[in-house]
């Protein structure tokens, strides 16, 4: 019964689900609402995204610097300043903080045939493969029917798949990833079919059993769409740092049942593969454009907008749609302030286009220096292909000082899914870890195009219809969601760095990592309005001051805590304690968000000034949730997180936890594969890391990601602590 008195002290306290904003925009005046709606275009931005999806994006290889090139002649055809690519080196030993670089990547030739004898009883249509390759196979004629084309598309190679040459037999190993899917069958020297991602294979079917190369059909993210077409073309991956060096291709659901069905039949399959591709030293690239603020004193601080320019072709929404959505926010903001319709903001904007996570680490983990792009002649993996050329750009400083001026992210990975993708956009909140008022800014603006969008849906009129000409009429119905990993926002908000970021995101996308991700699904009403909420939240942020600090905690969405009785259903599923636990952290977290607001204000500003009568009834509430759990025993211990290295232990393409632990010994923690109620172990982990200040002992740590995630047993936590001990990554508090 307790429980239930906790619950009705909360919706009893006037944070109950308000009624909806007015009609009047949200904490920008109108006439600046009104220019950044008329400006902002989802066909423009369309545009730019059809020319970056025509690139194979990888790290460090030609498409990926084509990629930039463009987005690069943009911002400058578009008037911004400081305009440049930084290079930084990837050649697998350096390291930015937690990610060990990842050698640049670069394919030139992927073709998969199926062949048989000329003469043989049941010969395929198609021509022979010498007329194909030049030359006959062992000196024998075969007749070829092509299976994967990675000049035809791409996707069908698994990167960082290494060169091969060979026509050898095909075997089914199911999924591929237990040494029980080998018994009994003869892989040595042979292509293997899996149903697993290369990269999960590779150790066991190429380094212990001795397979020449693989062959995927492993599905996408799991969805309510999962295998219903079954001629999607799944990304695949194959291990960076792996020994066993091996080539993969990809293909369909499709052509894989069928050569499942034909090996269960007991009929051979003889693959021709040949693939011209291979790792290399090259650079990590990331373009990057300012738009200069007006104030002397707070131009050096900055607002930000990124993204993750890199991906295979087409990769459309996964992520050209957020590239090109902040080209257009820069565009617009640019020409709006040129011709005097926008103030000149106090603070710097700034852009960014690097590859996922690897490119962000580095810029924000690399020694306090300064790059500058110089014309050089880089070469392709082989040695033989010259790469085109880069041209000169200004100076621009990264590293420490870099993360120290920038005081807000906003951050765009795949927003502009059009109806076929299914697509939820999403508004994500921080981790609890960082609370910061910069989510609520976003979800204001958010909460706006909602209104205004369904409403022109509902009736044919609105104020603020935020349409394109050639895009959908839907309303945008986004989410305000609570924190979840997988893109850039996981590296600013982590503890090293501390820096809030606003992520608009969609989610479901059923063609995530296909080759379905196309420019044709992408929706050009979806990029105009993701553009104005990131445009109108920087612009904000951007001129925040002590006159508007104010209005920006006015705009904090207390009543999200209980919309859809957000609490209410989570703590029902919770014990007594742990129900009071729940809302006295997230009661607790409200009152930090406040406080965060002097991230970004004068430090003169007292958080009494900004929101005296909203923050002391939620103090008062939280005090009436009683207190913590008192710590005992080893909940008692205190960890302090090293200021190096610096960035989430799980990074992209390497684990920087799982490297340091085998080489210290011991077993894996079980943290990490835990399943809370709404959190897996991953998210665990990289909330007790940003937790452990050196002031919560590990009893407050359990609580808050309990909290966070769902109830995790103190052991568990302790555990992964003294693992991150035994690593160097904290310290114990004595």
């Not at 609402?33 to 902002?40: H, K, P, R, S, T």
């Not at 052991?715 to 992964?720: H, K, L, N």
């Amino acid at each position: 019964m307790k429980r239930l008195f906790l619950l009705a002290v909360v919706m009893g306290s006037g944070l109950t689900a308000g009624a909806a904003r007015g009609q009047k925009p949200p904490l920008l005046p109108e006439k600046d609402v009104a220019e950044l709606a008329n400006e902002l275009s989802g066909e423009t931005a369309k545009r730019n995204l059809e020319g970056i999806a025509r690139f194979h994006r990888q790290r460090g290889s030609q498409g990926f610097h084509a990629a930039a090139e463009l987005v690069a002649e943009r911002a400058r055809a578009y008037g911004l300043s400081d305009v440049a690519i930084l290079q930084f080196p990837a050649d697998g030993k350096v390291f930015y903080g937690t990610q060990r670089s990842r050698p640049a990547w670069d394919a030139e030739v992927g073709e998969l045939w199926e062949v048989e004898e000329k003469g043989g009883a049941s010969v395929r249509s198609g021509q022979p493969i010498s007329s194909v390759h030049g030359e006959n196979v062992r000196g024998t004629v075969f007749y070829a029917k092509e299976i994967a084309s990675y000049e035809a598309e791409p996707i069908v190679l698994a990167e960082d798949s290494e060169s091969a040459d060979g026509t050898v037999d095909l075997v089914d190993v199911g999924e591929g990833t237990k040494e029980s899917d080998y018994a009994g069958k003869d892989v040595k020297g042979k292509i293997v079919l899996v149903a697993a991602q290369p990269g999960a294979v590779q150790d066991l079917a190429v380094g212990k059993f001795g397979a020449a190369g693989i062959v995927s059909y492993a599905q996408n993210q799991k969805t309510a769409w999962w295998g219903e077409d079954e001629n999607l073309i799944r990304w695949g991956h194959l291990e960076t740092f792996s020994a066993n060096k091996t080539f993969g291709f990809m293909v369909s659901l499709k052509t894989a049942r069928a050569m499942k069905g034909r090996l269960a039949k007991g009929e051979k399959i003889k693959l021709h593969a040949v693939v011209k591709a291979g790792q290399h030293a090259g650079n990590y690239e990331v373009v990057t454009a300012t738009i200069p603020g007006a104030d002397p004193k707070l131009k050096d601080e900055e607002i930000a907008f990124s993204c993750h320019l890199d991906h295979q072709r087409p990769g459309a929404n996964d992520n050209a749609s957020g590239c090109v959505t902040i080209l257009e926010v820069a565009r617009t903001l640019q020409k709006l302030i040129s011709e005097g319709k926008l103030a000149r903001p106090a603070r710097t904007i700034r852009f960014y286009w690097p590859p996922e996570i690897e490119g962000t680490m580095a810029l924000l983990t690399s020694p306090p220096r300064t790059y500058k792009m110089e014309l050089d002649t880089k070469r392709s993996f082989d040695g033989s292909v010259p790469l085109p050329q880069s041209g000169g750009g200004s100076l621009t400083q990264t590293g420490p000082a870099l993360a120290k001026r920038v005081k807000a992210v906003i951050h765009m990975d795949m927003v502009g899914g059009g109806p076929e993708t299914k697509a939820v956009f999403h508004v994500t909140r921080g981790p609890m870890s960082l609370p910061s008022f910069v989510h609520d800014v976003a979800w204001a603006f958010a909460e706006f195009v909602n209104e205004e969008s369904y409403k022109f849906a509902a009736t044919g009129k609105a104020e603020y219809p935020f349409v394109a000409s050639e895009g959908g009429k839907e309303p945008l119905r986004a989410e305000y969601s609570a924190y979840t990993m997988g893109s850039d926002h996981d590296v600013y908000q982590d503890s090293s760095f501390g820096i809030p970021a606003i992520y608009l995101n969609d989610w479901p996308d059923r063609y995530i990592h296909t080759n379905f991700d196309t420019a044709a699904n992408i929706d050009p009403t979806k990029l105009k309005r993701a553009a104005f909420i990131g445009a109108a939240s920087g612009y904000f942020l951007a001129d925040l001051s002590v006159d508007t600090a104010k209005s920006a905690l006015v705009a904090i969405d207390l009543d999200r805590l209980l919309r859809g009785n957000f609490l209410g259903w989570r703590a029902t599923l919770l014990s007594e304690s742990e129900s009071s636990n729940l809302i006295r952290h997230y009661l607790n977290s409200e009152i930090d968000l406040f406080s965060s607001v002097k991230h970004v204000v004068p430090k003169s500003i007292t958080l009494s000034e900004l929101a005296f009568e909203r923050f002391f009834p939620i103090k008062t509430l939280a005090d009436r949730m009683g207190p913590p759990t008192p710590a005992t025993g080893i909940g008692l211990g205190v960890f302090r997180r090293n200021p190096q290295p610096k960035g989430p232990l799980a990074v992209f393409g390497y684990d920087y936890f799982a490297d340091h632990a085998k080489a210290a010994g011991g077993p894996m923690p079980k943290l990490l594969s835990y399943e809370g109620l709404w959190g897996a172990g991953e998210e665990y982990a990289y909330e007790v890391l940003n937790l452990a200040d050196g002031k919560r002992n590990a009893q407050e740590i359990r609580d808050a990601v309990s909290a966070e995630y769902g109830p995790v047993a103190l052991e568990m936590v302790v555990e992964y602590l003294k693992a991150l001990e035994k690593i160097g990554a904290v310290d114990a508090v004595k």
